[in-house]
């Protein structure tokens, strides 16, 4: 294990978390809010920490295997969110340190699970809207990674850190784009920019104000969720909702394919049986969802149109692990769907989006492949003599691959049951077997949105709960295996 490329890294991952977070700093200074000293100070602990490590522990040797790759993300991703969390604690926005370290969790992972009411969030939009941009910006921060982050910007940056794209990245495969890895991150960079520079744009010539647009491309982009309304987007125009839809759509799609297109290989990024799977599954569940709201009758689906916008809206939000939402708050909030409509969006949850997307879930590619692994399966107890190869996106997939994705799988439900039966300790008001469930699903699967008294906020839950769920939403966006491992004392033996 090379402990000090580990720790040189993650020093220099806390100097970029200086540099960002001068943005919001810049913005509190010009909006004359108080919270610029807040997060001022944050820059300075974060520089501190970063140039110490940075400076102080200086590596011998600059390789980057697996488990340092692994290693490097967890460790990177905890100290961003620990980090993260001091401006809310110092400005007394959110008093309690778990509760804001619950939240930038919750922002870097890019769920959208939050502990404030819509009582908070509203009066936070009048008087704090640095702290609400910063909210936000962490989302658009995660969608990408911190890592790809200092992979694409760093000019030192090794070859090897393929190691680290692959560890950060959501999907059971990470491809190169390009040969060299800081050549990759530098191209999805640029990409994810075009897109959240196009979304935004979109959104002021549909009518949101500045402010607005910003924060709601960077929760679009990165998948994440957080508004800066207590009624999320319902209080926007429906061109609004369509746009941030389509974006969550997009968003929820291999970024690999966009750069096929901006090659003109049309035909390779159409091939994809990944993305006419995600397609086909949001249109078919875009129409069950609509015709449910309309027999429903209810009064924010009251005819043909707004019943489509809505189904197409939570459908998008749901699939693309984003969790915005299109109800209006006089309506109330999920719960008020029709149980198939709620059944359907809570299947979703498992699904999520695309490998290489922003998106989180269990990914299409995986799904797809768990299915064709008990096709497989099938086949071999009709006909055990018989050997049938899987493929996927027209390439064999080998049995240690297929054997990966199963063993995922399995940890994978290890968790959520963990997750929810640790959940049942809480005692909180309201809480119930529905609320449980959803919240281990929403949080491990980064998506924000549960059923039952969770609808409205997290809040209701104790301390050690919201830890829980805190790690449980990384372990999710990182897909389990670099937390585990960071915390598994046999990591850290020197062999």
């Known amino acids: 294990m090379n402990y000090?490329?580990?720790?040189?890294?993650?020093?220099?991952?806390?100097?970029?978390?200086?540099?960002?977070?001068?943005?919001?700093?810049?913005?509190?200074?010009?909006?004359?809010?108080?919270?610029?000293?807040?997060?001022?100070?944050?820059?300075?602990?974060?520089?501190?920490?970063?140039?110490?490590?940075?400076?102080?522990?200086?590596?011998?040797?600059?390789?980057?295997?697996?488990?340092?790759?692994?290693?490097?993300?967890?460790?990177?991703?905890?100290?961003?969110?620990?980090?993260?969390?001091?401006?809310?604690?110092?400005?007394?926005?959110?008093?309690?340190?778990?509760?804001?370290?619950?939240?930038?969790c919750s922002g870097f992972s890019t769920t959208g699970a939050t502990i404030l009411t819509g009582e908070n969030i509203d009066a936070m939009y009048l008087t704090d809207k640095a702290l609400l941009f910063w909210r936000s910006f962490t989302h658009w921060i995660g969608g990408m990674g911190v890592i790809v982050f200092l992979m694409a910007f760093e000019s030192g940056s090794s070859n090897r850190g393929m190691h680290v794209l692959r560890a950060e990245m959501p999907g059971p495969t990470v491809d190169k784009i390009v040969p060299r890895a800081r050549s990759t991150a530098q191209i999805l960079y640029l990409l994810y920019i075009g897109f959240t520079a196009a979304e935004i744009v979109a959104l002021l010539i549909a009518g949101m104000p500045v402010f607005d647009s910003f924060v709601h491309a960077f929760?679009?982009?990165?998948?994440?969720?957080?508004g800066v309304h207590s009624d999320s987007i319902a209080?926007?125009?429906?061109?609004?909702?369509?746009?941030?839809a389509a974006f969550m759509v997009l968003f929820g799609i291999n970024f690999n394919l966009y750069y096929l297109w901006i090659l003109r290989k049309f035909k390779s990024a159409f091939r994809s049986t990944e993305l006419w799977i995600f397609i086909s599954v949001?249109?078919?569940?875009?129409?069950?969802?609509?015709?449910?709201?309309?027999?429903?009758?209810?009064?924010?689906?009251?005819?043909?149109?707004?019943?489509?916008?809505?189904?197409?809206?939570q459908v998008a939000s749901f699939i693309?692990?984003?969790?915005?939402?299109?109800?209006?708050?006089?309506?109330?909030?999920?719960?008020?769907?029709?149980?198939?409509?709620?059944?359907?969006?809570?299947?979703?949850?498992?699904?999520?989006?695309?490998?290489?997307?922003?998106?989180?879930?269990?990914k299409v590619s995986r799904v797809a492949i768990l299915c064709l692994a008990v096709r497989k399966e099938l086949r071999r107890v009709v006909h055990p003599r018989n050997a049938t190869a899987v493929k996927f996106e027209g390439k064999t997939i080998s049995d240690e691959a297929l054997n990966g994705v199963v063993r995922y799988f399995g940890l994978y439900m290890l968790i959520l049951a963990a997750t929810f039966v640790l959940l049942c300790f809480d005692g909180g008001t309201g809480l119930t077997v529905e609320s449980n469930v959803t919240a281990a699903v929403s949080c491990v699967n980064n998506i924000g949105p549960?059923?039952?008294?969770?609808?409205?906020?997290?809040?209701?839950?104790?301390?050690?709960?919201?830890?829980?769920?805190?790690?449980?939403?990384?372990?999710?966006?990182?897909?389990?295996?670099?937390?585990?491992?960071?915390?598994a004392p046999s990591t850290w033996i020197r062999r």
């Open 450 to 487: 549960a059923y039952g008294v969770v609808a409205g906020g997290y809040y209701m839950y104790n301390w050690f709960s919201k830890l829980v769920l805190s790690f449980a939403m990384l372990i999710g966006r990182l897909e389990i295996y670099p937390i585990l491992l960071t915390f």
């Open 4 to 104: 000090r490329v580990i720790f040189n890294t993650v020093g220099k991952i806390g100097i970029i978390l200086a540099v960002l977070l001068c943005i919001p700093t810049a913005l509190a200074v010009a909006l004359s809010e108080s919270s610029w000293w807040a997060l001022l100070t944050t820059v300075g602990i974060s520089l501190a920490v970063g140039l110490v490590f940075t400076f102080a522990v200086r590596p011998k040797s600059r390789a980057i295997f697996s488990k340092e790759g692994l290693v490097i993300v967890a460790l990177s991703w905890i100290y961003v969110s620990a980090i993260g969390a001091l401006p809310f604690v110092i400005s007394g926005a959110i008093p309690n340190y778990i509760d804001a370290f619950f939240e930038m």
């Open 235 to 244: 209080g926007y125009n429906a061109a609004c909702q369509w746009i941030i």
């Open 282 to 313: 949001i249109v078919a569940s875009s129409a069950v969802v609509s015709v449910d709201l309309a027999l429903a009758d209810l009064p924010f689906a009251s005819n043909a149109h707004d019943s489509v916008r809505q189904a197409v809206f």
């Open 219 to 226: 929760g679009t982009a990165g998948t994440g969720g957080f």
């Open 320 to 362: 693309s692990t984003t969790g915005y939402s299109s109800i209006p708050a006089s309506a109330g909030d999920i719960n008020a769907f029709p149980l198939l409509s709620k059944g359907l969006l809570f299947l979703l949850m498992f699904i999520g989006g695309c490998a290489g997307s922003t998106g989180g879930g269990l």
